[in-house]
């Protein structure tokens, strides 16, 4: 699916924003018959109220959409978006100043209203177009919107569908999209190449394990990220119960929104180093399937104790990580759906992250509210790696008690990156559980645009 603004037309819609403060001052511009018939619908600017003005023929003279007051707009997102949702579908265009504190990527929302996911039956999309305001960046707000938009339909796919092949397939066809080079190594030859984490974890599935590697860009900082790229969770012989594996289909959530990421950093040029490396694996049951109390030895020599096979996402990326670590990127980003426990932290819609740098993380949380894209700066605390260490191994893949959950995830990636300071992790839900104006139910993006915002200040780029 692609989004995009309405080509310029004289036949749009003029629509016009305003709150309950500025309602009266906005109709007493318009014609006294607009006011009449606005007041007549009970329109008072409420959040989320839209109108249009009939003209004595019937046909539509101007659309009116309220944003409410500032303690309505504290608790949603995309103010616009909530509005325009309720107009009937045509083609609109901005016809006044919109008094918000992210206006770009309140119009950002306005296009996500079109965003479906139709593979497999159709959804109808009342079209409601919009002309693109003149104070936009059209290119950068149509990259993240179709960055969005493909961030979810890979969450959306099932695995019958979107196996480890068709990840890399997907990884593929945007590497030819935008010129960029990818390399893969799979299956028994990830042995032969020492990724032995990403082997053993994706071993038992009908599709062979695989290490995605594309790259982009030979000048500027290097910024490599990494995505969980978990196809399928059965919990492996831990295995999940029914209720917990219906949404496992999303447990590359971390992959797609790398995916997403890069996406939006090659459409914008972004004068970096681009590597985009995503282990993808199906954690399933097997006879050959690793097992509770196996110990394995990673890439990096460290050995880790399973006392958990649905633990198997910091596995895989360990792997990744130290591949990632032995270039010495300026900047490390993990992403990944790893912990139950950052939901409870959270809940779905903020995403934790934790960054070895106090002024990186800044950049993070500036760029997540510039962008409505909510962060959540969560700790890497050092008292707690004694939980990750066992004493029969180096690590261990899922300290008992369950306390801390993912910050003792987090410490375990950190273990497998060289330059600590220089990395980040994101612990992402990317999963909408309700419909809410330009977040449909299902797989969404969580963090890039947080991201992408924060690039400049982190790498100076």
Known sequence: ?????????????????CTPDTLDDLLATLPPAAATWAHAQGFKGAYGQAITIPSEQGAITCAVLGLGDEEARKRSRFHLASAAVNLPAGVYSLANELPLDAPEYEVLGWLLLGYAFDKYAHHPVKE????????????????????????????????????????????????????????????????????????????????????????????????????????????GLNLKSGASMGTMKKDMGGAANTIALAHMIMALNVPVQLRLLIPAVENSVSGNSFRPSDILTSRLGKTVEINNTDAEGRLVLADALTYASEEDPDLIISMATLTGAARVAVGPDLAPFFAGRDQDAQAIMNGGKAAL????????????????EPGIADLDNAPSGGMAGSITAALFLRRFVKNQDAYMHFDIFSWQPVAKPARSKGGFMQGPRAILTALSDILGV
């Open 1 to 17: 699916m692609t989004l995009k603004f309405s080509v310029n037309s004289s036949d749009a819609i003029a629509t016009y924003v």
């Open 128 to 235: 409601r177009g919009l002309v693109a305001p003149d104070w936009i960046d059209v290119t950068k707000i149509e990259a993240i919107a179709n960055a969005e938009a493909l961030c979810r339909d890979l969450v959306n796919t099932p695995t019958s569908d979107l196996g480890p092949d068709a990840l890399e397939k997907a990884v593929r066809d945007l590497a030819t999209a935008h010129g960029a080079s990818i390399d893969v190594i799979t299956g028994d030859d990830l042995l032969e190449q020492n990724f032995p984490l990403i082997h053993t974890v994706g071993r038992a599935s009908v599709t062979a394990p695989r290490l995605i590697d594309m790259r982009y860009g030979t000048t500027g900082p290097k910024l490599t990220l990494v995505g969980k790229g978990v196809c399928f969770d059965t919990g």
């Open 373 to 388: 894209d909510p962060v959540w700066r969560m700790p890497f605390h050092d008292p707690y790696e004694h939980l990750i």
